[in-house]
């Protein structure tokens, strides 16, 4: 006997557990790259072939959270893009991460600008909307005190 409505079968409704979903979603929650097993070479994000060798031989590699920035910039998108409707500016910053990996990602504190070599660590906070409205989560950072 199962549950059904005037339409149909009830469908399954999945539960987002953000633990779980932490832990697997090496892109977006963890700053998860590959280490060339030939050369040495850090890769963020994640490859199947090294740029530098053109190996093969590729292991996952967790990179450091914390970093230093290199430049930023406030980014005004001019336009109401897909998700980010709530954003009037934001500000973003090319970082480089102890390890020497260089991201860009969003700042997540209200600064205008934030100077060159500021300290700074990963944190995880809402991005944007999603096509049905929901929030979809990823890394940001934030500056160290």
Known sequence: MGFDNLHGAIPKVEIHNTVKAY????????LQGVRCEDCGTLWFPRRFVCPKCQSQHLAPYLCMETGKVVTSWVDTMGFPAIGYEDIDTRVVAMITLDDGITVIAEIADEHLEVPKDTPVEMIIRAQKRDDTGNLTYGYKFKVCQ
């Open 23 to 30: 832990k697997e979603k090496a892109g977006r929650y963890r």
